[in-house]
């Protein structure tokens, strides 16, 4: 969905903020092969939930109109999330929720009623510096709260249209879509829970893949495996890139 906020009345510009499932991106059972995760599954279903709740409110509330984001228009997801109570901006950059975590997607719906609204909550971070520390690529600079994304390995591996800087060659971690390395190491991801929403679990055949069967991926088990999955958007190609990359 493309959506240009500036273009939508003032009045539909309240916003409910939500986090949808927790641990979404709990890595898959099988250790071996854990190049790919299961967040990758849960995005383009997201929405789904967004509109159920839609329809939950014109049943308990009565008629209201609204629009339904998950990543998917320019909205400032997670400082509409740290001012409505969510959650704190952590020195690896994501909301962290301090009973959950922070393994989850950020959605929003823009109203065109009135609630009680939540504020902001403190930052927890104290003096930790585990984010920083652990980044493989040293994205993250000494002070934190900044990604510098030029050197991410999840903007590499998901955002870059042309090949990967050979200075981060061995630098990987075996990540081939996205990175939750600083997410991985954040003490207040030890509360999180896996989801239980079946919507969101991976293709049966993609947890059984060892490495080298990720090696061997063809383009017909690709579209078959990834066919829910937000890992569409790098195409076959842009995956292929990601595993012949971490070869040596
Ligand atoms: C661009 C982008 C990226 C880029 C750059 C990330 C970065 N940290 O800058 C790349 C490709 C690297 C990336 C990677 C990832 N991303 Co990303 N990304 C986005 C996206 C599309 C836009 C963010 C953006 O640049 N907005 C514009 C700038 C101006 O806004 P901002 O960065 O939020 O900053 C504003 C406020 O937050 C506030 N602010 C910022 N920091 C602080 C600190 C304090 C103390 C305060 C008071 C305010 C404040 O001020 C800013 C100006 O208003 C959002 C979705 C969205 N629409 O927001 C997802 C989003 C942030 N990503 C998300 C995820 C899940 C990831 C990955 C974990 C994916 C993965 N597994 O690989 C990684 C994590 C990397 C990391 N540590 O950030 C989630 C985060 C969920 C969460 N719990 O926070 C989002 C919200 C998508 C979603 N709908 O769930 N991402
Ligand atoms: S996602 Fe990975 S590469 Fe990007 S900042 Fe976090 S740890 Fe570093
Ligand atoms: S690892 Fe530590 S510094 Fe980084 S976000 Fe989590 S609590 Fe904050």
Redesign the pocket.
């Known amino acids: 969905m493309s959506t240009n906020l500036e273009s939508m009345p003032p009045e539909t510009r309240k916003l409910l903020g939500a986090?949808i499932g927790h641990a979404i991106?709990k890595s898959v059972s099988n250790p071996e092969n854990e190049l790919v995760?299961d967040?990758t599954f849960s995005m383009p279903e997201s929405d789904v939930f967004l509109k159920q709740f839609m329809a939950w409110m014109h049943v308990h509330i009565g008629q209201v109109e609204g629009r339904c984001f998950?990543?998917s228009?320019?909205?400032?997801?997670?400082?509409w999330?740290?001012r409505s109570g969510l959650?704190?901006?952590g020195k690896?950059?994501?909301?962290?929720h301090p009973k959950k975590g922070?393994?989850?997607?950020?959605?929003e719906i823009i109203l065109d009623v009135e609630f009680d609204y939540d504020g902001p909550i403190k930052?927890y971070c104290g003096t930790c510096t585990k984010?920083i520390d652990a980044c493989p690529t040293d994205?993250?600079p000494e002070e934190g709260?900044?990604?510098d994304?030029s050197k991410?390995?999840?903007?590499f591996t998901?955002?870059l249209k042309e090949n990967i800087p050979t200075e981060f060659k061995g630098k990987f971690d075996d990540w081939v879509f996205?990175?939750?390395v600083?997410?991985d190491v954040c003490p207040w991801n030890r509360f999180s829970k896996s989801h239980n929403e079946p919507l969101f679990n991976p293709h049966p055949e993609l947890l059984s893949m060892s490495k080298k069967d990720w090696v061997e991926i063809t383009e017909e088990t690709f579209r078959k495996v990834f066919k829910k999955s937000a890992v569409k958007r790098t195409k076959f190609s842009g995956l292929k890139r990601n595993i012949d990359f971490l070869k040596d």
């Open positions: 986090d991106y995760r967040a998950v990543d228009a320019p909205v400032l997801e997670r400082d999330a740290r959650g704190w901006i690896n950059t994501l909301l962290i922070s393994y989850y997607f950020l959605a930052d984010c994205a993250i709260y900044v990604v994304g991410c390995i999840s903007y998901i955002e996205g990175c939750d600083c997410q």
